[in-house]
């Protein structure tokens, strides 16, 4: 019975749809990293020349943006992740299978990138999510017949799942975020699938970009492997934190009173323009580090390359949250990691800490924890991005802590985002 299981033409048939649509994933993600990385670069070399120029570029890009997406490409705004979450639930219907068009991600890619030239404070993750959730999905239906609904299931949780591996380099992280943030439980029937496709999409990844951290191989103190008085802080500030952020989206999100509220749901295209203006003046407040993904003032804070100055993470947060109530393409991740490191080397700054380095890295686990209320996905993607993983104590401490404070001021994020769509 074994041997025919192992050269049954079905089975075989299963396997190579998943790993090639596994390594599609890994291409598409390193592919919109590059993309995402022309789009900062092309904004840094506009303002070097044009340091003005944000303020035509925000206001004016958001605005095209915006009326593109609602236009031509309905589900491509946000983040992508509540998408993915939602686009697996039996009752999403037609919702859902718009949610999986190739047309809806390709838009997706194309106009989060626009977003990034125009001053977007913008993570590319979470659309990477829902990139990765399409691609698996779309060769799904060329696999033998079975349990459709669960075999569709099985193929968005492991391509949202590699999406996350291949982007942050964190295959850990991958998985656990299948568990814990997409699906909520793991099917045993889904988990080969998810293993294989985290996996595959992790190794077409480090195979064109090569083995790296993500934020590098910073040098803690021995100290920072404790758990200390001082680590107990930054999880309590930056959990609480990351519970108000993702509260204000929440509430922001579901409608604005008075004439800013009839200005979104009457002139959806001018309501971006104006969160581009308030963008360009938040790049202005904070001398232009507000722009792009936040990785760059992530990762000089954690390799001490660098000290940003007190408003930034405040600066950073407002500028996400603007970026994603415009209603254009924008990823919530990688610029929570930005603010989470901003508000880590904060609090370090005013404890009078030798290194900010060790306070970051909490941070970044504190403050990611309680936008998303996933410890797992938190400590474990912020130790594989880190390479600390003599860290992992204080780390699944601060995610626990931050996360058990964050349910006390606001339900979870994205499933609150999914369940918008159901309604």
């Known amino acids: 019975m074994q041997y025919r299981n192992l050269f049954s033409p079905p089975r075989w048939r299963t396997r190579l749809l998943i790993w090639g649509s596994a390594g599609a994933v890994g291409i598409a993600a390193v592919g919109f990293a590059k993309i995402a990385d022309l789009s900062q670069g092309g904004l840094r070399r506009i303002l070097g020349v044009f340091p003005w120029a944000v ?3 925000a ?6 943006i915006a009326w593109l997406t609602r236009r031509f490409f309905r589900g491509a705004e946000g983040s992508g992740i509540p998408q993915a979450i939602f ?3 039996p009752e999403s219907g037609e919702l859902g299978l718009l949610f999986l068009q190739p047309r809806v991600v390709i838009g997706r890619v194309v106009l989060a990138a626009a977003g990034l030239l125009c001053g977007g404070s913008i993570g590319r993750e979470g659309p990477t999510v829902h990139v990765g959730a399409v691609i698996t999905h779309g060769v799904s239906r060329w696999m033998p017949k079975g349990h459709v609904e669960a075999q569709r299931r099985a193929m968005i ?3 949202g799942a590699a999406g996350v591996a291949a982007a942050f380099n964190t295959p850990l992280a991958g998985i656990v975020f299948a568990i814990e943030e997409l699906s909520r439980s793991f099917e045993e029937r889904a988990s080969g699938t998810t293993l294989t496709a985290v996996i595959l999409a992790g190794v077409v990844a480090i195979a064109l970009t090569g083995d790296y951290t993500y934020f590098g191989q910073p040098t803690v103190a021995s100290e920072a492997l404790k758990i200390t008085p001082a680590s107990l802080l930054v999880a309590v500030i930056c959990g609480a934190v990351g519970g108000v952020f993702s509260r204000v989206t929440l509430i922001c999100s579901a409608g604005l009173p008075g004439l800013l509220g009839r200005i979104r749901r009457e002139r959806p295209a001018l309501f971006a323009g104006l969160c581009g203006l308030g963008i360009a ?11 792009g993904t936040g990785y760059e003032e992530a990762r000089s804070i954690i390799e001490a390359q660098a000290h940003l100055p007190w408003n930034y993470a405040l600066a950073r947060a407002l500028a996400t949250l603007l970026s994603y109530l415009s209603g254009i393409p924008a990823g919530l991740l990688a610029p929570s990691l930005s603010v989470g490191a901003g508000l880590g080397q904060f609090i370090g700054d005013h404890l009078h800490a030798q290194s900010a380095v060790p306070f970051a890295i909490l941070g970044m686990c504190g403050y990611l924890a309680g936008v998303t209320q996933a410890p797992l996905t938190s400590f474990v993607i912020v130790m594989e991005m880190t390479a600390q993983h003599a860290m992992v104590l204080p780390l699944m401490v601060t995610a626990a802590i931050a996360t058990a404070l964050s349910k006390l ?3 979870p994020l994205y499933q ?6 159901a309604a």
């Open 157 to 159: 949780l492991a391509g």
């Open 281 to 291: 003046a938040l790049g202005a407040w904070s001398g232009g580090l507000t722009y």
């Open 59 to 64: 206001p004016f890009g958001f605005f095209a």
């Open 416 to 421: 609150s985002l999914a369940d918008r769509y």
């Open 409 to 411: 001021i606001t339900p």
């Open 55 to 57: 303020w035509v570029l």
């Open 87 to 89: 686009a697996q639930r």
